[in-house]
């Protein structure tokens, strides 16, 4: 079986640039998860889907940020404009339903704002 | 404030020897508890998880014990194997007021070395 699949691996772009991150959650599963992964504050979600709505984007840091999920097998993260404190591993995750369920981890973007 | 604490940053063990990693927690709401495993440059990979209604759960060599009162969870891997070298993470959520306990909060991570 396919797991969550992320895209790219590794992303090094310039300060104010837009910045684009892709997710395909694994088929079946309708809840969708972004994290963000830094040495000082560890794994953070930053927002949920459920059935393809944004539930909870509490973890938002900014309005630079933001996030979609077009359809069941695809959502996106977004930072326009990018700043170098962006620089984390942005993780995917997703479950089949949100709650006593694990949830499936992509193998992550590494983004660098430089 | 971090609500989920894995105090040891790393630990060390001999191949064949049992692995314990420990995690704290201060939300005495959480009542659903997950360990994952991570590689470097892969994503985390669930192992094992406990609900509060439990105090042990067990998976082939992975076993997860919670103890509510002292708001403690552990770890244990029996017997250690060079491939179990990684980081492992715990992670903790609360049912909200819809039913869900979707947000998972993670602790930091222990590095975990088996030695042949």
């Known amino acids: 079986d396919a797991g969550v699949i992320q895209s790219p691996r590794h992303e090094v772009t310039e300060m104010g640039q837009e910045v684009t991150l892709r997710c395909k959650p694994i088929?079946?599963?309708?809840?969708l998860f972004w994290y963000r992964q830094t040495m000082m504050r560890g794994l953070e979600l930053l927002i949920y889907f459920n059935n393809n709505v944004p539930i909870d984007d509490s973890g938002m840091p900014e309005d630079r940020f933001s996030a979609k999920m077009p359809n069941a097998s695809f959502s996106t993260l977004k930072i326009q404009p990018s700043e170098p404190r962006d620089s984390a591993v942005y993780f995917c995750?997703?479950?089949?339903?949100?709650?006593?369920?694990?949830?499936?981890f992509g193998d992550g973007t590494r983004l660098s704002i430089l | 404030d971090q609500q989920v604490k894995q105090n040891s940053p790393s630990l060390s063990v001999q191949e064949g020897r049992i692995s314990i990693l420990n995690c704290d927690y201060t939300?005495?709401?959480?009542?659903?508890f997950l360990w994952y495993k991570k590689y470097p440059a892969e994503g985390p990979t669930f192992l094992i998880s406990?609900?509060?209604?439990?105090d042990k759960n067990e998976d082939g060599r992975f076993t997860v014990f919670l103890n509510k009162s002292a708001k403690h969870l552990s770890l244990h891997i029996v017997p250690s194997q060079p491939g179990d070298s990684a980081v492992y993470f715990c992670a903790a959520s609360a049912r909200n007021s819809g039913g869900s306990n979707y947000k998972l909060t993670f602790g930091k991570g222990t590095l975990l070395t088996v030695n042949p």
């Open positions: 406990i609900s509060s209604i439990k």
């Open positions: 939300n005495s709401m959480f009542d659903y």
């Open positions: 088929s079946g599963h309708n809840s």
């Open positions: 995750a997703s479950t089949r339903r949100a709650g006593n369920q694990p949830q499936h």
